[in-house]
C-alpha cells in the first residue's frame, strides 16, 4: 500500500476510535468496552503501519503518544512502570546539555572572533525576550482576574503532597544566582544559565589569546559540537519510547478524566497561551518574515518532545539541531537559544502570572491593581535562570508566595493537574526560542531560510 492509502486507513480507524469513545464516554450510546477497546488498538494499529511506512523520527514521537495514553488508560499499573524508560530518556538528554552549550558557544565566539557581534546579539537578545515575556505576564495577569478560577475555592481535605521549603529570594540571591562558582556542580545541579555564562566569558577570553595557544582549543569545541550533535541523534533513536512511556505514566496514576477536575484553571491556562501564540508570536513571526511552514516543520519533533515529558531541556538538543537545519547560522543558534532558556521562557512566565495571582485568590487575598502589578514585576526578576526541567517553576511559585506572605496550601490544589499545565506551558518555552533565534538572524541579516527543510528519519544514513 501507498503511504497516502495508508495515512487515509490511520485517519478513519482513528476517526471510528475516537467518535466511539465520545458517545460512550458521554452516554449517548451504550458501546460494549471490548468494542471500544479493539476500535482503539485497531487505530493504534493503523497508525503503527503509517509510522512503518513514513520512517520519520516526528511521526514516531507522535505515535508512541498515543500508544502510551492508550497503555496509561487501558493497563495503569503497567503505565506506571514504564515511568522508568522516560527518565532513562531524560538522563541521557541531560547528560548532552552541558558539552553541547559549552562546546557550540565557545565555538560560536572565538570561532568568528568579531566580539562586537557577541555583545550586539546580547544585547538584542535581552531586549527581545524582556518584550515578549513581559508581554506573556501581562497576558496571565489579565487571563486569571477575567476568569477568575480562584475565587471560591475551599481547602480541601485529607493528605496532601510534601512541598519543599522555599524561602524569598532577595535581588542579590537572584543576581548571585547567575554566575557559577564551581562549574562541575553547575553542570550537575543542570544551571543553564550558569553553564551560558562561564561558557560566554571563556569564549571571550579564548578569542583574545594568540592564534597559536587559541586553534587547539577552537579545533576542541568545534569536533566536540559535531560529537555531541551526532550523540543527540543516537539518543533520539530512544526518544518515541521514552515519550511513550511518559504519557503513559501520566496518564496511569491521573486517568483521562483529570481535565474534568480543576477545568476552569486549565482552560483559563490553555487560552492564555493560545492568545499568546497567535496575539504575539504569530505576529512577530510574520512581521520578522519567518517561513511559517517550514518553521512549523522544524519545531514539531522538539515540541513533541517538550509536550510529552514536561521538559524545555529535554527539547534542546533537537531544537538547535533544527534550527540550524532551517537556515540560522550555528554561532545565533549557539548563543540565543541557550541564553533564551534562561531569560525567555514565555509559557513559564505567563504561567506564573497566572497561578500567583489564582493562589491570592484561592486565599481569599483581595489585592489591589498595584499589587498585582508589585507581584508581576517581581516575576519578572525571579522568573530568570528557571531550570528547563519538570516542576522549576513550582520553586518559583513558592518564593513568590513566600514573598507576599501568601498560604501554601492553593499551590496543593495546582499540584493536582500541574502536569497537564506543565505539558502546554514547556510546549510554548520551546516554540518561543525556536522563534528567538530566527529574529536574532533575521536581525542579524544572517538567516539563510532552506528550499525545503528535512525532517530527521528515524534512521539516519
Known amino acids: 500500500m501507498k503511504l497516502k492509502q495508508i495515512g487515509l486507513l490511520a485517519i478513519i480507524t482513528f476517526s471510528i476510535a475516537a467518535i466511539l469513545t465520545f458517545l460512550n464516554y ?3 450510546v451504550a458501546i460494549p468496552h471490548g ?5 482503539r488498538w485497531l487505530a ?17 514521537i507522535l505515535i508512541s503518544m498515543v500508544i502510551g495514553a492508550e497503555i496509561g488508560h487501558d493497563y495503569p499499573e503497567i503505565g506506571m512502570k514504564l515511568q522508568v524508560l522516560s527518565k532513562v530518556f531524560l538522563k541521557m538528554i541531560k547528560t548532552i546539555v552541558a558539552p553541547l552549550l559549552f562546546a557550540t558557544l565557545v565555538y560560536g565566539i572565538a570561532g568568528h572572533s568579531d566580539l562586537k557581534q557577541v555583545g550586539r546579539m546580547g544585547w538584542k537578545s535581552i531586549v527581545y525576550f524582556e518584550v515578549v515575556t513581559t ?16 475565587v471560591g475555592i475551599k481547602l480541601p481535605p485529607g493528605p496532601k503532597e510534601e512541598l519543599p521549603q522555599v524561602a524569598s529570594q532577595s535581588l542579590n540571591d537572584i543576581i548571585l544566582h547567575i554566575f557559577p562558582e564551581n562549574m562541575a556542580k553547575s553542570i550537575a545541579e543542570g544551571q543553564v544559565l550558569q553553564i551560558v555564562v562561564f561558557s560566554i566569558i571563556f569564549g571571550i577570553g579564548l578569542a583574545m589569546v594568540r592564534e597559536d595557544k587559541r586553534m587547539p582549543m577552537l579545533k576542541f569545541t568545534e569536533s566536540l559540537s559535531e560529537v555531541m550533535f551526532k550523540f543527540t541523534n543516537i539518543v533520539m533513536y530512544f526518544a518515541p519510547i521514552g515519550v511513550g512511556a511518559a504519557i503513559a ?4 496514576h491521573m486517568g483521562l478524566g483529570i481535565l474534568v477536575n480543576l477545568f476552569q484553571l486549565l482552560i483559563t491556562l490553555y487560552v492564555a497561551l493560545l492568545v499568546f501564540l497567535f496575539g504575539v508570536l504569530l505576529p512577530i513571526a510574520l512581521i520578522v518574515g519567518v517561513p511559517i511552514k517550514k518553521f512549523l516543520q522544524a519545531i514539531a519533533g522538539p515540541v513533541s518532545i517538550a509536550f510529552a515529558t514536561t521538559s524545555s531541556e529535554a527539547a534542546l538538543p533537537r531544537a538547535m539541531e533544527n534550527m540550524e537545519k532551517l537556515g540560522v547560522p550555528r554561532k545565533i543558534v549557539a548563543f540565543v537559544m541557550p541564553t533564551g532558556y534562561s531569560f525567555n521562557l514565555d509559557g513559564t512566565t505567563l504561567y506564573l502570572s497566572l497561578a500567583a495571582i489564582f493562589v491570592a485568590q ?3 487575598i483581595p489585592y489591589s491593581f498595584g499589587q498585582q502589578l508589585l507581584i508581576v514585576f517581581t516575576l519578572m526578576l525571579t522568573s530568570k535562570g528557571v531550570a528547563g526541567v519538570p516542576r522549576a517553576s513550582l520553586v518559583i511559585l513558592l518564593g513568590t508566595a513566600a514573598s507576599f506572605g501568601m498560604p501554601v496550601w492553593p499551590i496543593f490544589i495546582i499540584l493536582g493537574i500541574d502536569e497537564l499545565m506543565d505539558m502546554a506551558r514547556t510546549s510554548v518555552n520551546v516554540i518561543g526560542n525556536c522563534l528567538a533565534t530566527v529574529v536574532i538572524a533575521k536581525w542579524e541579516k544572517e538567516f539563510k531560510p532552506v528550499k ?10
Do not use: H, Q, R
Open 26 to 28: 458521554y452516554n449517548i
Open 35 to 39: 468494542v471500544l477497546l479493539f476500535s
Open 44 to 60: 493504534i494499529a493503523g497508525l503503527f503501519l503509517y509510522g512503518l511506512k513514513k520512517k520519520s523520527l516526528t511521526t514516531w
Open 135 to 150: 508581554i506573556a505576564l501581562f497576558i496571565g495577569l489579565a487571563a486569571i482576574n477575567i476568569s477568575k478560577a480562584g
Open 249 to 252: 505514566y501520566t496518564v496511569g
Open 362 to 364: 484561592a486565599a481569599g
Open 452 to 461: 525545503e527543510f528535512e525532517e530527521p528519519e528515524l534512521i539516519e544514513s
